[in-house]
């Protein structure tokens, strides 16, 4: 509706008009009064709309007149969606580096490309800690098999549990799902437990479908009485790397995979495992250079007994009191010589309250193998 439109209407249409559309003091106005009140009563009417939205024609109907306007949206409209499909944009952003399970290469000189690896290393009896390696190929290809169902899949770190020892066992059980996320590549799992298992890698659909993209060696816990909690970065274990490599079971034969040793050796930058036995020469006499370079290996043990009973018995090993402790348990060392030793064990409470004996035989046998030389100069 324009001013022009509304000239061309006699005064009696425009007094029915406005009455219609509530202008107050209609009846005492002039033609042209009420042709600006008209106008203002439109302009009015579509502000609103204006506020709210971004520009879009409208039209308004007065009497049997149709005007179209236009709604031109305000600089905060404006302003406003930017910075929604901006959080939008953020957001989406952030989802898929959180999906995105591929591993990053490693800068520097030593510079390599990324394969696909996992590795379970055991770092206490309450601890695991996997290390992964994932290619952008082995994502691609899991959102390729996955479809419109990689939309929904969650990155997952599942913890299998074996039943069997064979590095290939069909009876696995999954016991855990942790969902983890991009931009890592190792994480360390708590176990309550005492079990064997291997871990794998992959995304979790919301149908329970799994598409698996790696999966780790096997490894034992060990019971939480033989060994302590292991720290959890690289640099500090390595005093003691040779026993978190055999618990992760890095000198097991049924361990045929090479990737946990080939982990440590990049980690630790040194080689595991005993040193090969190549080009070794029996000694032949006093004069060899073994002899000369004073090597030797001396092998001694002890044997440790252990046990509990009453707090107030009395225990003896070998006719020898042993100190019992305010719980019943009691503990000694006993030397080990190379020969075949009975070791009784009583233990007795006062009054009467009876008498029992265990009996332990324990024989040494050590045997010292012939020496051998390396020949250093043979190539």
């Known amino acids: 509706m324009t001013s022009a439109s509304l000239k061309e209407k006699p005064v009696r249409d425009l007094a029915r008009l406005a009455k219609q559309h509530g202008v107050a003091g209609w ?37 049997r007149t149709k005007a179209v306007v236009v709604q031109v949206a305000s600089p905060a409209a404006i302003a406003h969606a930017a910075e929604v ?16 399970l591929a591993t990053q290469p490693e800068g520097g000189r030593g510079k390599r490309a990324v394969r696909d690896r996992m590795v379970l290393m055991v770092r206490g009896p309450h601890w695991l800690h996997a290390f992964w390696e994932v290619s952008p190929r082995s994502i691609e290809r899991a959102q390729s098999a996955l479809g419109q169902e ?64 790696v999966r780790s060696n096997a490894v034992s816990t060990p019971p939480a009485s033989q060994c302590d909690t292991l720290d959890s970065h690289w640099g500090e274990i390595v005093d003691d790397c040779d026993r978190i490599y055999a618990m992760s079971g890095g000198f097991s034969p049924e361990n045929n995979s090479t990737e946990l040793q080939e982990l440590f050796e990049e980690r630790l930058r040194r080689p595991m495992g005993p040193p090969t036995p190549t080009r070794l020469q029996p000694v032949t006499g006093e004069g060899d250079d073994t002899t000369r370079s004073g090597f030797q290996l001396e092998v001694d043990a002890e044997l440790i007994i252990y046990g509990a009973t009453r ?69």
């Open 150 to 213: 990689w939309h929904g899949a969650r990155p997952v770190l599942r913890v299998l549990k074996m039943e069997s020892k064979l590095q290939a066992s069909p009876s696995e059980q999954v016991v855990r799902e942790i969902e983890v996320h991009g931009g890592v590549k190792n994480w360390f799992i708590d176990i309550r437990e005492s079990l064997r298992c291997r871990v794998e890698l992959g995304y979790l659909t919301a149908a329970r479908r799994f598409h698996s993209l």
């Open 311 to 379: 707090p107030d018995a009395y225990v003896t090993l070998k006719g020898e009191p042993v100190k019992v402790q305010a719980d019943g348990t009691f503990r000694v060392r006993v030397d080990m010589p190379n020969k075949r030793q009975v070791l009784p064990i009583v233990a007795s409470v006062p009054q009467g309250g009876g008498r029992q004996t265990v009996v332990m035989a324990i024989e040494r046998n050590t045997k010292a193998m012939e020496p051998y030389s390396r020949d250093v100069h043979e190539e």
């Open 27 to 63: 009846h005492a106005m002039r033609k042209d009064q009420l042709i600006k009140a008209l106008v203002r009563k439109a302009k009015s009417a579509l502000q609103p709309d204006t506020r709210r939205s971004a520009a879009r024609p409208a039209t308004v109907t007065i009497g």
């Open 85 to 100: 499909a901006r959080r939008i944009a953020e957001a989406r952003d952030r989802i898929a580096k959180a999906k995105n």
